[in-house]
């Protein structure tokens, strides 16, 4: 059974950084290329970043280039996901998820986490 488990989600200020971990299990890990999404209440779930199987490749959403960075540790089946310069528009629920293919559409995973709520106070 595949379970991709998000922590280290959090209240922090804006300005402030927090680091995401997506533990992965159940699946060959370094088989998937990995991404993060967040949804806001009220707003659909939107694309964050994705990271090739290597690690080699990663795409960002424009919203949040240059301040986050998403890197994975293929021998502790972790993906990680560095917030930094935080706002209060950062604001959500933040979800692992895995899939094939380098993509940015949420239809193209097939693995979800649970998600960790991050909250940006201002």
């Known amino acids: 059974q595949v379970q991709l488990v998000e922590s280290g989600g959090g209240l922090v200020q804006a300005g402030g950084s927090l680091r995401l971990s997506c533990a992965a299990s159940?699946?060959?890990?370094?088989?998937?290329?990995m991404g993060w999404f967040r949804q806001a209440p009220g707003r659909e779930r939107e694309f964050v970043a994705t990271?090739?199987?290597?690690?080699?490749?990663?795409s960002y959403a424009d919203s949040v280039k240059g301040r986050f960075t998403i890197s994975r540790d293929n021998a502790k089946n972790t993906a990680y996901l560095e917030m930094d310069s935080l706002n209060p528009d950062d604001t959500a629920i933040y979800y692992c998820?895995?899939?094939?293919?380098?993509?940015?559409?949420?239809?193209?995973?097939?693995?979800w986490g649970q998600g960790t709520q991050v909250t940006v106070s201002s």
């Open positions: 998820a895995a899939a094939w293919l380098l993509r940015v559409t949420v239809s193209d995973y097939f693995y």
């Open positions: 159940g699946l060959t890990f370094s088989r998937y290329v």
């Open positions: 990271i090739h199987y290597s690690g080699g490749r990663t």
